[in-house]
């Protein structure tokens, strides 16, 4: 494994429990029934029922037995074992039937020998890979023919801006940059308690994201950009009703999600 890629699967096995039990994941109410599935990939991407689905990257799984829960016959990887532990725990609690597999992105071919109706992956999950093209030949190996990727996650130019002392939005760092190395020490995104494993990102522009799908052949049905976010990215952010969150003022002058829909001919 990339020392880079071990160096993160060490910070996601120390955000897993930090995550178990913050609210931003709930996983009682999802215990309870609740649908971890946000409004826009319930849309984009339809139907499921009688479907095989791969989730890629899908932490401790929720969504992906979300996905099961709407009668699709689903698959979750993630290369965190603690993550994949714990998936595989509350699958058994709840009497659910998704397989999981613990395993890195660009390993997933020596392991499994599949192919797919739905390749599915979300929130926050390209800035955790070095190699766009290489992940772009895997979503395509895993699809059956005719089969359809889907994606939704943040969009790059968010990762542009930092809040000034006076609160507004300042361009601060590049959109074509490319590795960055966090030492550890911060809080991660869910939860206050801090992770002091360092972690590596990458950025990658829109463009970049598009041709590594187009590459292999895949035909792009849509790209659709989002003027809402996930997550709190930034503390002046507010918490709309349905869920999403915005910036006080002036939120629909950036794109903050993307979502591409395309299929395997």
Not at 69 to 94: P, Q, Y
Request: aromatic share 10%; hydrophobic share 40%.
């Amino acid at each position: 494994m990339d020392k880079r890629i071990e160096t993160n699967r060490i910070n996601w096995n120390e955000r897993t429990p930090v995550h178990a039990t913050s609210a931003f994941y709930d996983v009682d109410g999802f215990r309870s029934g609740r649908n971890t599935l946000d409004e826009i990939v319930l849309r984009e991407l339809g139907d499921v029922s009688g479907k095989t689905i791969l989730h890629l990257q899908c932490h401790f799984g929720m969504d992906t037995m979300s996905w099961s829960r709407l009668g699709a016959t689903a698959t979750g990887v993630d290369f965190s074992e603690a993550a994949i532990d714990l998936a595989r725990s509350l699958n058994s609690d709840l009497g659910l039937n998704v397989r999981f597999i613990c395993a890195d992105i660009y390993e997933l071919p020596a392991v499994l020998d599949e192919r797919f109706d739905i390749v599915f992956t979300s929130h926050g999950v390209l800035c955790w890979l070095p190699d766009l093209d290489e992940w772009g030949r895997v979503v395509a190996q895993f699809l059956k023919p005719g089969g359809t990727f889907y994606i939704l996650d943040g969009h790059p130019l968010m990762n542009v801006f930092e809040l000034s002392e006076s609160g507004d939005l300042r361009a601060e760092h590049d959109y074509f940059r490319e590795e960055i190395l966090l030492t550890g020490g911060q809080p991660s995104y869910a939860g206050s308690e801090i992770i002091t494993s360092p972690v590596y990102e990458w950025q990658h522009s829109l463009g970049e994201i598009v041709t590594a799908l187009v590459n292999t052949g895949l035909h792009l049905e849509f790209l659709h950009e989002f003027p809402v976010s996930g997550y709190q990215a930034h503390p002046i952010m507010e918490q709309s009703d349905n869920g999403w969150w915005r910036f006080p003022k002036r939120n629909d002058s950036i794109p903050q999600l993307f979502s591409i829909r395309a299929t395997k001919d």
